[in-house]
């Protein structure tokens, strides 16, 4: 089974910039996650969809954060401007059904993201 | 505020050691515990803990979880230097998909 996909996996940009990250889940899983992992800490949630809805955004910063998806199936988080502090490693997660305790997060690789 | 603690920070061991690698929480609505290896970037699933006292086993690594003092233990027994890596620790809430995460314990295991 083909892991959950994510890209760029290094960005280097300028504070200001625009950046946009992308992931596609595995295949049937409803549950998407995006998570921001600075370094030296755990990872911290950003935003859950189930299928196309938003489940949980309470910890995104949402005056330069957005995210979406659109067909329940990948998704994209964009950051507009960027500042320094936002240097940090995004991880994307899915899950297959979500809600349920048996139900577990796999991570892909996660993108790097420098802000000079 | 909830919160999930990890200790140690880090943990520097020569092969063939046994570690064992705390995780202390405080968190309303407590579902279950997880544990997670990440070596690169990718967190990889090691152990999901929901019942105190049982101890949860893959190969040389096991756990457990006592909800009455709120901890759990990683233990990793005959350490190899693939077994380098974050270590964290994750807990999951009722009626939410959310996970809280520790700080990782960095573990470095030298031949």
């Known amino acids: 089974e083909a892991g959950v996909a994510q890209s760029p996996r290094y960005k280097i940009i300028e504070k200001r910039q625009s950046v946009a990250f992308w992931c596609n889940p595995i295949?049937?899983?409803?549950?998407l996650y995006w998570y921001q992992q600075i370094l030296g800490q755990g990872p911290k949630l950003l935003i859950q969809?189930?299928?196309?809805?938003?489940?949980?955004d309470s910890q995104l910063p949402k005056d330069r954060f957005s995210a979406e998806r659109l067909k329940g199936v990948d998704s994209t988080l964009k950051i507009q401007p960027a500042k320094l502090e936002d240097s940090a490693v995004y991880l994307c997660a899915s899950s297959l059904v979500g809600g349920t305790i048996t139900d577990t997060q796999y991570f892909g690789p996660g993108t790097r993201l420098t802000v000079l | 505020e909830d919160k999930v603690v990890q200790s140690p920070l880090s943990l520097v061991v020569h092969e063939g050691d046994t570690v064992t690698l705390n995780c202390s929480y405080e968190?309303?609505?407590?579902?279950?515990l997880l544990w997670y290896k990440q070596e690169k970037k990718a967190p990889t699933f090691l152990f999901m803990l929901?019942?105190?006292?049982i101890e949860k086993k893959s190969g040389r690594l096991s756990s457990i979880l006592d909800k009455k003092e709120l901890f759990s233990i990683l233990n990793i027994t005959a350490t190899q230097t693939g077994d380098s890596a974050v270590y964290l620790c994750?807990?999951?809430?009722?009626?939410?998909?959310?996970?809280?995460f520790g700080t990782g314990t960095r573990l470095q295991v030298f031949p």
């Open positions: 929901t019942s105190s006292g």
């Open positions: 295949s049937g899983h409803a549950t």
């Open positions: 969809f189930q299928n196309n809805g938003v489940v949980d």
């Open positions: 968190v309303t609505n407590f579902r279950s």
């Open positions: 994750a807990v999951g809430y009722y009626n939410t998909d959310k996970l809280i």
